[in-house]
């Protein structure tokens, strides 16, 4: 069945470092690719998406390209600030739209 | 405007006991699903519901029930309640089935005593 396999945390970065969580994920058709980001006490918050193979999704300096080679999806964020500290959820959506999460990694960025 | 609205916010129950989560979508969206997030892990698909009717339901048992209301809003009913079905309770809505991406409410968090 579909999966999401994402990089293991807690992750803990110095402000305006750089940030990798790595993403991969298993589907059997062509599914859509997200990032999610869950702060303390908070809901799930669209982040990025890409709908096919080769989009680049972005938002607030967060990147990730849909790799189908790869079958991967990381995010990337060149200069992270102490506000990005969060829970970061990758996650695919199936074709009637159920999703799959991965378990989430833990962002910690000190000052 | 509003987003995906969710009551209530938190709720402590009895094992045994049944419970009545309750969802208001964002204006215009006919899509409506639930999700379980357990502590430490990513949410879990529930149901999902589109146009009042039940598209999909995921890995949980028969005592979890959930429908969709004329104007879209959505409830999720948990029966027998077990000390495992303390979670947060998240409702997500999209103005279709959800491929472009749901938008999620704030969850109901659950805890089962």
């Known amino acids: 069945g579909d999966s999401v396999t994402q990089m293991e945390g807690p992750v803990t970065l110095s402000e305006e470092a750089f940030l990798t969580i790595n993403c991969t994920y298993t589907a059997t058709g062509y599914p859509s690719l997200f990032w999610y980001v869950q702060y303390p006490g908070e809901g799930l918050q669209l982040l990025l998406k890409a709908t096919k193979a080769d989009d680049k999704g972005s938002n607030k300096g967060f990147e990730a390209t849909y790799r189908k080679e790869t079958t991967s999806f990381h995010l990337e964020k060149g200069s992270v600030q102490v506000s990005d500290s969060a829970v970061y959820f990758c996650a695919l959506s199936d074709h009637i739209g159920q999703f799959y999460f991965g378990t989430g990694t833990s962002l910690t960025v000190i000052p | 405007d509003a987003g995906v609205t969710q009551s209530p916010t938190h709720l402590i129950k009895t094992r045994g006991q049944h419970v009545t989560l309750r969802c208001s979508p964002i204006s215009g969206h006919k899509s409506v699903s639930w999700y379980q997030q357990v502590l430490g892990q990513g949410p879990q698909f529930i149901f999902q519901y589109y146009e009042k009717e039940e598209r999909g339901r995921g890995n949980f048992p028969d005592r979890f029930s959930a429908r969709q209301f004329p104007n879209y809003s959505s409830e999720l009913n948990v029966n027998a309640l077990l000390l495992g079905d303390s979670a947060l309770y998240l409702c997500?809505?999209?103005?279709?089935?959800?491929?472009?991406?749901?938008?999620f409410g704030s969850g109901t968090r659950l805890t089962v005593v």
């Open positions: 997500a809505s999209s103005p279709d089935t959800g491929s472009y991406g749901y938008t």
